[in-house]
Nanobody, 115 residues
Framework: QVQLVESGGGLVQAGGSLRLSCVAS????????MGWYRQAPGKQRELVAV???????IYADSVKGRFTISRDNAKNTVSLQMNSLKPEDTAGYYC?????????WGQGTQVTVSS
């Protein structure tokens, strides 16, 4: 059984930075893609950044140049460095790992950016 546990969310002022981390327990192999999604109240969950598993690293246009995704396969972790945060980045951030039709989600971590 695979579990994903996120950490690093919190409250930050606009222009600040946060670093999210996701640790995978169980059998997450390097051929799994991993990434971050977010969901704001009343909105659909959207892709933030994904990497690995044979796919190119992809960023949402809204975070390009501000967020950086990184992965450590030896530690089964994926991180998201978020700089120059904006109030519109406020959302629950969710870690996802998947391979083919099998996908795993974490419980999420809240990021709140005050203006």
């Amino acid at each position: 059984q695979v579990q994903l546990v996120e950490s690093g969310g919190g409250l930050v002022q606009a222009g600040g930075s946060l670093r999210l981390s996701c640790v995978a327990s169980g059998s997450i192999l390097s051929d799994h893609a991993m990434g971050w999604y977010r969901q704001a109240p009343g909105k659909q969950r959207e892709l933030v950044a994904v990497t690995g598993g044979g796919i190119a690293t992809i960023y949402a246009d809204s975070v390009k140049g501000r967020f950086t995704i990184s992965r450590d396969n030896a530690k089964n972790t994926v991180s998201l460095q978020m700089n120059s945060l904006k109030p519109e980045d406020t959302a629950g951030y969710y870690c996802r790992a998947w391979r083919g039709a099998i996908t795993y989600w974490g419980q999420g971590t809240q990021v709140t950016v005050s203006s």
